[in-house]
């Protein structure tokens, strides 16, 4: 899995969190990320999240190791902050369509 999803915005489209929009702040493994929002949402105890459970946005929020490694209150501001300005924006990004983050299809068979 690449690592260029790392900062991007995403809208929550599945469990108590519907609506809801994070940024992806690491990679847990093929099929899930941690996201945070930066205010119920924090660095400290971000959520981690299937990718099939996200709708992922064009906006990104540049995220470096450095800031997500250093004081966590400036990058929970930078987050939030980010959030907000795509949702001011009022463009809802088209979902991005990459092969590497595409969860897999589940073809269903023909009952008979």
Do not use: Q
């Not at 999803?5 to 809801?20: E, L, P, Q, Y």
């Not at 906006?59 to 001011?88: M, N, Q, V, Y």
């Not at 088209?94 to 023909?110: D, E, K, L, Q």
């Amino acid at each position: 899995m690449e690592h260029d999803i790392i900062g991007i915005t995403a809208v929550s489209r599945a469990g108590r969190d519907k609506g809801r929009r994070f940024a992806v702040i690491d990679i847990a493994d093929e099929s899930r990320v941690y996201v945070a929002d930066g205010e119920t949402r924090r660095l400290e105890k971000p959520k981690k999240k299937k990718l099939k459970h996200l709708s992922l946005e064009k906006a990104r929020i540049p995220l470096d190791e450095t800031l997500l490694k250093g004081d966590r209150g400036a990058a929970d501001w930078l987050i939030g902050s980010g959030i907000e300005t795509s949702k001011k924006a009022g463009k809802r990004a088209r979902m991005i369509h990459c092969r590497a983050f595409s969860p897999p299809s589940h073809a269903s068979a023909p009952h008979g």
